[in-house]
Structure formats: structure tokens, C-alpha cells
Antibody, heavy 124, light 107 residues
């Protein structure tokens, strides 16, 4: 059974930092891209960042570029999101998601398995 | 950036009805669109990818169609558990984008 388990969410002051983790099991983690998606209260999902299967390629939303860093450890089957200089508008539930592509070699990604989410609250 | 616009934003229907949700992309994305269902307090659940491929375990009353810039999600014979919010999504070029959502409510 595929499982994605996020952790690390917390209440943090503006300007603070957090590191989220996503422990994966039940599938071959190292062959899939992975993604962080967040959802602010009452809003729709918002893509945050994606990383290729090897970790060499990373992509960020403009709203987090330069402040957040995505990484992965394929030996530990774990995805990370380092978040710095946090803002009130970063408050959201953060989900990690497995990211397969419709066709090999084609940029046509979707999210087939999601974790349960971890809540990040940025407030003074 | 590719924008996705869903219509309608709200939909009221009854058990047994057939409903259709539309997602329009600001530029062509071939057939590379996915649909998700989300219930309160839960993560989105993949229903359809590649515009029309049903994810394993998803009931056959859900179907998707379309290509290029216009796509539809159809639910035939609505069941009580289908009342939720639905989102379309594309990642054919970065940044990834989601539609704004369609909330399906019981009439």
C-alpha cells in the first residue's frame, strides 16, 4: 500500500523557518518525481515545488522561489521542503504527492498519491 | 503561465443526476489534464489523468474527455458520496496550475 506521511508542520512567527518531511513507502520512491502542494484555508490547491526522480531538477512557484528548497533522499525514501523567511501568506496545509507522468519522457505530470497533509501556521 | 478556468464554480444537483464540469486552458495542453475530487479535511483524490484515463479504483460513473484547451468531467448517476469539490490540473509546463474548483452540492 502506498503511503506518504508528512511531518514538521508547526506554528511559526513571520520570518521564521521550518523543515517539512514526507516519508514514502509502498512504491519505488526513487523512480518518480515528487511534488509539494499547499492549500490555504478555504482556498484551492496551489502548486509549491517539484523535484525530479534523481533530485537534480527542481522547480518552484514564483511565490516561494528563493525562500523554499525542495530536496529528497532516495536512500531514506524521504522528501523534504526547507522553508525560510516564512510569511503570513504561507499559512496552509502542505501535502506531498507522488508525481508520475502520462507518458515516459513527456512533461505531463499528475499527482496520483497524496499524503494527509501537515499544517503550517505563520503568525505572530 | 497556463491558466485553467473551471465552470461552473458551484453546481447544485440531486442524487441520480448527470452533471458536467468544464475546464478551459489558456493555451493548448494536448490531452494532459487531470481531475481531482476533494472532500473537507481530506487531500485531493485523483479521478482521471491524461484527460480520459480513469484512475484505478475510481467508479465508472466518472468520465473525462477533451483535448487541446477544453475538457469536461462528467459524473453520471450522482451518488451521495460524490458531493464534493472538483479541481482540474495541468503540468505540461511549469508552473503547474489548478482550476479554481467546482463545488458540487446537494439540491
Amino acid at each position: 500500500e502506498v503511503q506518504l506521511l508528512e511531518s514538521g508542520g508547526a506554528l511559526v512567527q513571520p520570518g521564521g523557518s521550518l523543515r517539512l518531511s514526507c516519508a514514502a513507502s509502498g512504491f519505488t520512491f526513487s523512480i518518480f518525481a515528487m511534488t509539494w502542494v499547499r492549500q490555504a484555508p478555504g482556498k484551492g490547491p496551489e502548486w509549491v515545488s517539484s523535484i525530479g526522480s534523481s533530485g537534480s531538477n527542481t522547480y518552484y512557484a514564483d511565490s516561494v522561489r528563493g525562500r523554499f528548497t525542495i530536496s529528497r533522499d532516495n536512500f531514506k525514501n524521504t522528501l523534504y521542503l526547507e522553508m525560510n523567511t516564512l510569511r503570513v501568506e504561507d499559512t496552509a496545509v502542505y501535502y506531498c504527492a507522488n508525481t508520475p507522468t502520462v507518458l515516459p519522457g513527456i512533461i505531463a505530470y499528475y499527482f496520483d498519491y497524496w499524503g494527509q497533509g501537515t499544517l503550517v501556521t505563520v503568525s505572530s | 503561465d497556463i491558466q485553467l478556468t473551471q465552470s461552473p464554480s458551484f453546481l447544485s444537483a440531486s442524487v441520480g443526476d448527470r452533471v458536467t464540469i468544464t475546464c478551459r486552458a489558456s493555451q493548448g495542453i494536448r490531452s494532459f489534464l487531470a481531475w481531482y475530487q476533494q472532500k473537507p479535511g481530506k487531500a485531493p483524490k485523483l479521478l482521471i489523468y491524461g484527460a480520459s484515463t480513469l484512475q484505478s479504483g475510481v467508479p465508472s460513473r466518472f468520465s473525462g474527455s477533451g483535448s487541446g484547451a477544453e475538457f469536461t468531467l462528467t459524473i453520471t448517476s450522482l451518488q451521495p458520496e460524490d458531493f464534493a469539490t472538483y479541481y482540474c490540473q495541468q503540468l505540461t509546463s511549469y508552473p503547474c496550475s489548478f482550476g479554481q474548483g467546482t463545488k458540487l452540492e446537494i439540491k
